[in-house]
């Protein structure tokens, strides 16, 4: 199944093999997803569903990472090495974005997107610089560095 989902203005392809388990399956891993409400009363923030959870009976329950705006800025994948020959698969491992922190400011994080013990515990993000911009202010826009 190929879908490609966008993530506020940064596009991702993820390809996802659905096998029986077996000690060859795919690793699990968490879809990043940004929110942004379309009406009054809808949640806006960073949310995470597991890939495990994808394609059961019920519908997946997000995980919510932050409850603010939050800029996507890069996703890092797994498998890819280097060579003339393309991966035949690769896994999310890891996300950068921006969102406000406690302090009211702009700060950057990481998210580590890797899920290989297929845990329901969603993952922390981390503050990656002490990078602290005022919220009025843009830190970078979305698919910059």
Not at 45 to 73: K, R, Y
Request: net charge neutral.
């Amino acid at each position: 199944m190929k879908t490609q989902h966008t993530l506020g203005a940064l596009a991702v392809s993820l390809t996802l093999a659905v096998q029986a388990a077996s000690a060859t399956s795919s690793p699990d891993f968490w879809i990043p997803y940004a929110a942004t409400p379309v009406s009054t009363g809808g949640k806006t923030g960073l949310f995470v569903i597991a890939s495990n959870a994808i394609g059961g009976a019920t519908a997946p329950t997000p995980a919510w990472i932050s409850e603010s705006q939050s800029t996507l800025l890069g996703v890092a994948f797994e498998g890819f090495v280097s060579g003339s020959t393309p991966p035949a698969s690769a896994t999310p491992a890891s996300l950068i974005y921006t969102a406000k922190g406690s302090d009211g400011n702009q700060h950057l994080y990481g998210l580590d997107l890797a899920n290989p013990t297929a845990s329901a515990t969603a993952p922390k993000p981390v503050q990656i610089t002490s990078l602290s911009v005022p919220a009025s202010k843009s830190l970078c826009a979305a698919g910059q560095m």
